[in-house]
């Protein structure tokens, strides 16, 4: 893999539910993950979602102010799609639930040959947590993309968990676990290999 080439874009949507300029693991995880992105040839950007006003629904716009067709453009701009997420009582957030919901009106968004906007494009899972339950977040994240289009890379998941019942959050760290660092890498690598066969292969109309 030449990885001089910057020809693929990269988007990663963290899920925190803290807004602003709060410390936040996803936010961590993800920048973490984007690094490894461009590394491979596909930089791009971060949005925290929650600092935008998107509002729940099923529609690529739900009217009134609603962000999300701004976000999608540039979901619909990038070659790679990152969403990174906290677990919550086991469960993705409440805002990485809302942007699958959101990503559900790609179901009925197709080009000229009847494909959808999203084939093509490569989706990876980021997960941060402090109790256990980041394969079933990973399961549903990748699942739900899946359906909705995304194409998903050998290993295209990374995730930390903290020990049970303890309060060590993935920022408090001073470096980033071994094992978590080496999945990132794993994880961004292969996503930009199948992002950039799919770029010169796309799926069949």
């Known amino acids: 893999m030449d990885n001089t ?14 807004s602003g300029d709060q410390e936040s693991s996803s ?19 971060v949005v925290r979602v929650v600092d935008h006003d998107v ?3 099923v529609t690529t716009d739900e009217g009134d ?16 799609l990152v969403i990174a997420t906290p677990i919550w009582l086991g469960q993705p957030s409440s805002v990485c639930k809302m942007v699958l919901e959101r990503l ?12 959808m906007l999203t084939f093509g494009k490569v989706a990876a899972v980021a997960v941060v947590g402090n109790e256990d339950g980041a394969h079933h977040v990973v399961a549903e994240c990748l699942q739900a993309l899946n359906d909705t289009g995304f194409s998903v890379a050998a290993n295209g998941s990374t995730y930390w968990v903290g ?16 094992k978590t660092a080496a999945t990132i890498d794993t994880a961004a690598k292969n996503s930009v290999h199948l992002a950039r066969l799919l770029k010169a292969a796309p799926y069949p109309a």
Do not use: N
Not at 27 to 40: F, H, K, M, S
Not at 163 to 178: N, S
């Open 55 to 57: 509002r729940f629904g």
């Open 104 to 115: 559900d009106a790609e179901l009925g968004e197709t080009d000229d040959e009847g494909r």
């Open 163 to 178: 020990e049970a019942m303890q309060a060590v959050d993935y920022a408090d760290h001073d470096e980033t676990p071994e």
């Open 27 to 45: 936010e961590l995880i993800g920048r973490q993950v984007l690094d490894r992105l461009a590394a491979y040839g596909a930089p791009g950007e």
């Open 5 to 18: 080439l910057d020809d693929l874009r990269s988007l990663v949507l963290v899920c925190t539910l803290k």
């Open 65 to 80: 102010g609603d962000e999300w067709p701004a976000i999608r453009q540039k979901m619909l701009d990038a070659d790679l």
